[in-house]
């Protein structure tokens, strides 16, 4: 698994550059995790509604070929991104995604957060009235996201496959932006961070702990 950390760059250059490598590769070609920071962009995903964007204002909008719907990416997120061939891991979409889930609950678990799962929503939840604690989640509702903020998203694309885009986790950016759009297709959801939660940690540091925790779980 080789690792590479790209800075600073255009959501729309990523996405060529991703695909591109995703089209070249060989069956022997190492998988690599792909670490960014993209100026603020709102992406859709190939089932993204426009109603879902409500006032993108100055952000661009950039269509691209990822599940999912609109989310936002921004300076003080850590994005990661896997192109992993599953076929050669020996596994299929669905632990694909449990997996980068569980990258996530881990990284979180080492800063005192605990994250969950919610059903039909990939991505990464916490409970607002009380992030550190594995206490049980809100009751039946419904609204299957009451008193719970999202603080990772998932986004995902396979083909012939081999895996591009991949996971955001919030660290400390500018929320305002996720007010513009109902994130990941979810009118009313709410998006948090770690500063948001009272937890203070560097971007880098946090990515250095994902991209650790992505690595063993997407190793042979």
Same mark, same amino acid.
């Given at each position: #698994?080789?690792?590479?950390?790209?800075?600073?760059?255009?959501?729309?250059?990523? /996405?060529?550059?991703?695909?591109? /490598?995703?089209?070249?590769?060989?069956?022997?070609?190492?998988?690599? +995790?792909?670490?960014?920071?993209?100026?603020?962009? *709102?992406?859709?995903?190939?089932?993204? @509604?426009?109603?879902?964007?409500? #006032?993108? !204002?100055?952000?661009?909008?950039?269509?691209?070929?990822?599940?999912?719907?609109?989310?936002?990416?921004?300076?003080?997120?850590?994005?990661?991104?896997?192109? =992993?061939?599953? @076929?050669?891991? %020996?596994?299929?979409? @669905?632990?694909?995604? /449990?997996?980068?889930?569980?990258?996530?609950?881990?990284?979180?678990?080492?800063?005192?957060?605990?994250? /969950?799962?919610?059903? !039909?929503?990939? !991505?990464?939840? =916490?409970?607002?009235?009380?992030? *550190? &604690?594995?206490?049980?989640?809100?009751?039946? &509702?419904?609204?299957?996201?009451?008193?719970?903020? @999202?603080?990772?998203?998932?986004?995902?694309?396979?083909?012939? $496959?081999?895996?591009?885009? !991949?996971? &955001?986790?919030?660290?400390?950016?500018?929320?305002?932006?996720?007010?513009?759009?109902?994130?990941? %297709?979810?009118? %009313?959801?709410?998006?948090?961070?770690?500063?948001?939660?009272?937890?203070?940690?560097?971007?880098?540091?946090?990515?250095? +702990?994902?991209?650790?925790?992505?690595?063993? $779980?997407? &190793?042979?």
């Amino acid at each position: #698994m080789q690792y590479r950390d790209w800075g600073l760059v255009p959501y729309a250059q990523t /996405f060529d550059a991703m695909r591109a /490598f995703t089209e070249a590769r060989q069956p022997d070609t190492p998988d690599e +995790l792909w670490l960014v920071e993209h100026p603020p962009v *709102f992406t859709q995903g190939v089932a993204g @509604k426009p109603e879902h964007l409500l #006032m993108p !204002g100055d952000i661009p909008v950039v269509q691209t070929n990822r599940g999912g719907q609109v989310t936002y990416h921004g300076p003080g997120q850590v994005v990661i991104y896997p192109l =992993v061939d599953l @076929k050669r891991l %020996g596994i299929y979409v @669905k632990e694909y995604v /449990f997996r980068l889930e569980a990258a996530v609950i881990q990284t979180l678990e080492a800063l005192g957060v605990v994250g /969950f799962r919610v059903g !039909g929503a990939p !991505g990464i939840y =916490v409970r607002l009235a009380d992030p *550190f &604690s594995a206490g049980a989640l809100p009751g039946p &509702s419904q609204d299957p996201f009451a008193g719970l903020g @999202k603080i990772a998203a998932l986004g995902i694309k396979v083909a012939g $496959h081999c895996t591009y885009h !991949g996971v &955001s986790l919030n660290v400390a950016m500018d929320l305002q932006p996720f007010e513009r759009i109902n994130p990941c %297709g979810y009118a %009313g959801l709410r998006t948090v961070d770690l500063a948001t939660l009272g937890v203070r940690a560097e971007p880098r540091d946090v990515a250095a +702990l994902l991209a650790e925790r992505l690595a063993a $779980h997407l &190793s042979r």
